[in-house]
T-cell receptor, first 115, second 115 residues
Framework: EAQVTQNPRYLITVTGKKLTVTCSQNMNHEYMSWYRQDPGLGLRQIYYSMNVEVTDKGDVPEGYKVSRKEKRNFPLILESPSPNQTSLYFC??????????????FGPGTRLTVL | AQTVTQSQPEMSVQEAETVTLSCTYD???????LFWYKQPPSRQMILVIR??????QNATENRFSVNFQKAAKSFSLKISDSQLGDAAMYFCAYRSRTGRRALTFGSGTRLQVQP
């Protein structure tokens, strides 16, 4: 089954404790992206990657890091989480080529709470 | 920068009836994509329908159709024969055809379906 997976689905942590949220897709997509969703704000892009070893900042990159060492994986790293990073996080992926294939498909989301 | 506005925080419809969700956007670009995503209580982001700006014909997917008015920068979603499973948050989203491919989301409309 074609899908984007994220782990963990739920995480409660404390301020300053480094964490990683994993994202993996099995569709051979070149493009991957991370979004965060906050009430009343819709989703906002954190980072994106056009291909292996190619990453760049989105709209709200502060406090986050990413890496793209393999095509299928795009982990999100919070090196020193703070309470304002409490949010619902989504990973998404798509092909780069034009047409319906470049629609972004989303993972199930990760609910992060930073105390 | 592009913006997406959904002016209806909540809508309600009777089962089997038709409902229209509104979306307007602001952009200086001429070539772009528009989407409607559905977010049920499970929080999964599910693609409902997609529209290419260069296509004059409105997109349809079974009971879902859009009214795309490019000059007015309007992109409404019509749900026909509403079903209980349609109850969810609906997000309108914009994406440039090129560049970093970030989706810009509206703040969402919560749709309730009454039996």
């Amino acid at each position: 089954e074609a899908q984007v997976t994220q782990n963990p689905r739920y995480l409660i942590t404390v301020t300053g404790k480094k964490l990683t949220v994993t994202c993996s897709q099995n569709m051979n997509h070149e493009y991957m992206s991370w979004y965060r969703q906050d009430p009343g704000l819709g989703l906002r892009q954190i980072y994106y990657s056009m291909n292996v070893e190619v990453t760049d900042k989105g709209d709200v990159p502060e406090g986050y890091k990413v890496s793209r060492k393999e095509k299928r994986n795009f982990p999100l790293i919070l090196e020193s989480p703070s309470p304002n990073q409490t949010s619902l996080y989504f990973c998404a992926s798509s092909r780069l080529a034009g047409g319906p294939g470049d629609t972004q498909y989303f993972g199930p989301g990760t609910r992060l709470t930073v105390l | 920068a592009q913006t997406v506005t959904q002016s209806q925080p909540e809508m309600s419809v009777q089962e089997a009836e038709t409902v229209t969700l509104s979306c307007t956007y602001d952009t200086s670009e001429s070539d772009y994509y528009l989407f409607w995503y559905k977010q049920p209580p499970s929080r999964q982001m599910i693609l409902v329908i997609r529209q290419e700006a260069y296509k004059q014909q409105n997109a349809t997917e079974n009971r879902f159709s859009v009214n795309f008015q490019k000059a007015a920068k309007s992109f409404s979603l019509k749900i026909s024969d509403s079903q209980l499973g349609d109850a969810a948050m609906y997000f309108c989203a914009y994406r440039s055809r090129t560049g970093r491919r970030a989706l810009t989301f509206g703040s969402g409309t919560r749709l309730q379906v009454q039996p």
